[in-house]
């Protein structure tokens, strides 16, 4: 009898992973030995349950530590591409927070995402672009499967940088300075955060068409993927059977394709504000992943919500958890 093959793929924002003596952001933002056991336990205790086959992080501080907590939970293949920065002149205050990849199997390659430089130009971005979180490339060959690239993403956040300067440097109360945050604050970030995923996007359409692999956007997406910022990137295109090089590609929310997803009433949030479910964290997949289509070798494909430690009545962040949802998609083959 054939061998059946199941993996899992998960995304998991750690909420500032800094190992001690570190402190993320500012000095007295760190944790206490009782916090960071605390930590390691839970986030030990759920990848334990979640037994994916490959995970995505965000929010890395510390990714030596994380890479020794992941190989002692079976996930001995561990990549970064960045690493955090440190304070000038308090050199254990880190800032610049980096995604991180592991595995159960080897991987065939990894690397930093490099935007192609004449999409930049195209989309009018003539300054030295920067990501403010690295992706990682990353390819396998999984058994059964066949060749997949997996992008590990964290993108733009929502926060709006102070823009208190341009009024001399205006007070936080200042009603000016607080309607210029709301509106072209606001605007500036949502741009940001589209161009990281244009970016992410176009290099995921064009390696489906020139490698014909499986492909898997996976992370924290800080948007809704209808908002205006990201809705492109699962557009789907028309069916032609003149162009099949283009009937190949493409990017589908995987909680559409999960043969679950009914069970759900709707997609859970993964990341509660002031009360407010979001849903913030995304495993967007090829068409190599959908089960209902002819041909293809997934038998089932099943989506996964961890949220058990979320509080939607919580309007601080507990550091010794995390503030978003892990969330997982299951795959057997046929």
Not at 141 to 158: D, I, N
Not at 221 to 235: E, G, R
Not at 268 to 297: R, V, W
């Amino acid at each position: 009898m054939a061998q059946k093959h199941t993996y899992k793929f998960a995304s998991f924002n750690l909420l500032n992973f800094a190992a001690p003596p570190y402190s993320f952001y500012q000095l007295d933002e760190s944790y206490n030995d009782t916090q960071w056991l605390t930590k390691t336990q839970f986030i030990t205790g759920l990848i334990q349950h979640m037994d994916p086959s490959v995970i995505v992080f965000q929010e890395v501080f510390s990714p030596e530590t994380l890479a020794t907590l992941c190989e002692d939970l079976g996930l001995p293949y561990f990549a970064t591409v960045d690493t955090p920065k440190p304070d000038l002149v308090y050199p254990n205050v880190l800032f610049n927070p980096i995604v991180a990849i592991a595995s159960k199997f080897p991987f065939k390659s990894f690397t930093p995402l490099e935007p192609c430089p004449e999409l930049l130009e195209y989309l009018n971005n003539q300054h030295q672009f920067k990501f403010n979180r690295t992706p990682i490339k990353c390819s396998f060959e999984l058994p059964g499967f066949g060749l997949t690239t997996v992008y590990a993403v964290h993108f733009k956040s929502q926060r709006v940088h102070s823009m208190a300067h341009m009024l001399g440097n205006a007070s936080v109360e200042d009603p000016l300075l607080t309607l210029l945050h709301q509106t072209v604050g606001t605007m500036q970030s949502q741009i940001s955060r589209s161009l990281e995923a244009s970016i992410v996007y176009y290099d995921a359409l064009k390696t489906q068409r020139e490698k014909g692999a499986a492909t898997l956007v996976m992370g924290d997406f800080n948007d809704h993927i209808a908002s205006p910022a990201l809705s492109f990137m699962t557009q789907q295109f028309p069916t032609s059977a003149m162009h099949q090089d283009v009937n190949s590609v493409g990017l589908f929310d995987s909680f559409c394709l999960a043969d679950n997803q009914l069970s759900f009433g709707q997609k859970p949030p993964t990341h509660y504000y002031q009360g407010t479910g979001n849903t913030l964290d995304y495993i967007l997949a090829s068409k190599k992943f959908n089960p209902n289509l002819e041909q293809s070798k997934v038998r089932r494909l099943t989506y996964h919500n961890y949220a058990s430690h979320l509080d939607p009545n919580r309007d601080e962040e507990d550091i010794r958890y995390s503030d978003h949802a892990a969330i997982a998609i299951e795959m057997i083959l046929q």
